[in-house]
């Protein structure tokens, strides 16, 4: 490899500056030289050709270099959106949250910066350091404290980062137009009608809206404590708006949880970690690539498995951490993709086997922890477990992987995915950290609730209602439609009319 100024001799004469500029470009070649020879190749750079998927080559994922990205901590204070009091009053938590255009670094320094959308305070000015991002910032919540959200539209671009297939149904939005429609919908969230997001809601840049647009979201956060997410939902577009990065974490804490960390049973801060894993393809110029070649008349297939895990708006990236128990609230975030995930150490004699502790799901905790040690955890997309890994009982300097085995499409039948697969890896923590003097939890509480959860006790006089999910081949353009529908209509589309009523707060079996 040559690097060269031009002319030859235009760093000896040129003015400090020009020469300043040169010796940039001569490390930033340095660090691509040592990064090529760890890796064999020039980071970013290789491609692959996939034509029945993109219509141009895509980066091969085995020139991105893993573990050089750090794991940034949602929960930590340069991530956190912070609430209005004033503007409300002093007893609501008043948001006022933005979606724009902006560039991630979502790959290794050495590699090209990526255009995507994010959220981030509407107030911001462009151009400066702010709290736009990918993922989105992320909000803590109190339950029983509402939460207000102004969601603005306006600062979206009119052009989106990827084609619109007009084949699909875009309710109100004639043609799929405009392109670039949002709409916010808070998953696992307890939210009145008029703020749950729904697709025909959205807004757009050129202030067209939807049949059902509300510009201000109420969330009275009356549920447990619980990880939520949130996440783009517009209609005939929510996989390329989510891909383009509009999703990030919402939590609502209870004091219940702020008991078990003040007694040091659960991990607190900064050994509370969220995970949002994702999957990206990229193009060599560092943009997202989406699956983008035409078939039967149709430009984009619904469902997509890209080549790239990206963690917390990361690719491939490292965490260091002490040899203590840390919380790691992790969600799949793929579109697609689901994940079966595990704590594998990379050292070859007596590696050791990590402590994990399941304590909640979806919606909320447990009644007590189920010791998933050495056990696979599976996740669906938009699925969440909430774990306690204790890396105390690791050696110093030793690594683990969280790996991943689960076959695409996925079956339970269906062969694992090989380990010599990239999508085999989705984050390294390494144990080179020193114990800090803040107390480390001995192992979660028996009792994570104060009142157990039961189910109802007379299950027969429950009313049964027997719901299907089918997936449909489209006659006319030959893609997989999921649809839902009951064993007596069959898949049924999102506009037929409605067959389940149900009475609010009643129990059933679904």
């Known amino acids: 490899v040559v690097y060269q100024c031009v002319p030859a001799n235009e760093c000896k004469h040129r003015p400090f500056p020009r020469f300043h500029a040169c010796a940039m470009w001569a490390a930033a070649l340095v660090v691509l030289l040592a990064l090529a020879h760890a890796t064999g190749a020039l980071p970013c750079v290789g491609t692959i050709t996939d034509s029945s998927q993109y219509t141009l080559p895509i980066m091969d994922p085995a020139t ?39 560039k991630s670094q979502i790959l ?47 600062q979206m671009p009119q052009q989106h980062l990827f084609p619109i297939d007009r084949t699909f149904h875009c309710g109100s939005a004639r043609n799929c137009s405009p392109d670039v429609r949002t709409v916010v919908h808070l998953h696992g969230g307890y939210a009145p009608d008029h703020s749950d997001g729904f697709p025909e809601a959205w807004g757009a840049s050129n202030g067209s809206v939807g049949t059902m647009y509300n510009p201000l979201y109420t969330y009275p956060n009356n549920q447990d404590a619980m990880d939520l ?128 502790w399941f304590i909640a799901t979806d919606h909320g905790f447990l009644n007590s922890p189920i010791n998933m040690t050495g056990q696979p955890i599976l996740l669906a997309p938009a699925e969440r477990a909430d774990i306690v890994v204790d890396f105390a009982r690791a050696k110093f300097g030793e690594q683990f992987i969280m790996t991943n085995d689960a076959p695409t499409p996925y079956t339970p039948t269906s062969p694992k995915l090989d380990a010599s697969s990239p999508m085999s890896q989705i984050v390294k923590f390494t144990v080179t950290k020193n114990l800090s003097a803040v107390r480390d939890v001995s192992a979660p509480p028996t009792n994570l609730l104060t009142v157990p959860r039961s189910l109802p006790r007379n299950m027969s006089n429950l009313k049964v209602r027997k719901l299907a999910m089918f997936n449909v081949v489209d006659s006319k353009y030959s893609r997989l439609r999921l649809s839902l529908g009951t064993t007596i209509t069959g898949p049924m589309k999102f506009i037929d009319p409605i067959t389940e009523n149900i009475t609010l707060n009643s129990e059933e079996v679904w």
């Not at 204070?77 to 002093?90: E, I, Q």
């Not at 709290?131 to 909000?139: D, E, R």
């Not at 509370?272 to 990229?282: G, M």
């Open 64 to 102: 991105i270099p893993k573990w050089v990205n750090v794991l940034p901590n949602p929960l930590s204070t340069a991530y956190t959106f912070p609430a209005d009091r004033v503007t409300k009053g002093p007893t609501i938590d008043f948001y006022r949250i933005g979606m724009r255009q902006i």
């Open 108 to 154: 290794p320094p050495a590699c090209a910066k990526t255009d995507v959308f994010a959220y981030g305070l509407a107030s911001d000015p462009l151009n400066q350091p702010n709290s736009y991002a990918y993922p989105g910032h992320t909000f803590v919540a109190s339950k029983g404290r509402t939460v207000q959200v102004e969601y603005v539209h306006t």
């Open 229 to 356: 997410w949130y996440h783009d939902h517009a209609w005939g577009i929510t996989r390329l708006n989510v891909y383009a990065g509009l999703a990030g974490f919402y939590f609502v804490r209870q004091p219940r949880e702020t008991t078990l960390k003040n007694l040091y049973q659960l991990p607190r801060a900064p050994y509370d970690i969220p995970i949002a894993i994702q999957d990206r393809s990229f193009f060599p110029n560092g943009s997202l690539a989406y699956p983008n070649a035409p078939f039967t008349g149709a430009r984009n297939k619904n469902t997509n498995f890209a080549t790239v895990f990206v963690v917390n708006g990361k690719a491939w990236p490292k965490s260091i951490v002490e040899p203590r128990k840390y919380r790691l609230r992790i969600l799949n975030g793929c579109n697609s993709r689901f994940v079966n995930i595990r704590f594998v150490s990379t050292a070859t004699t007596n590696p050791t086997k990590l402590p994990v």
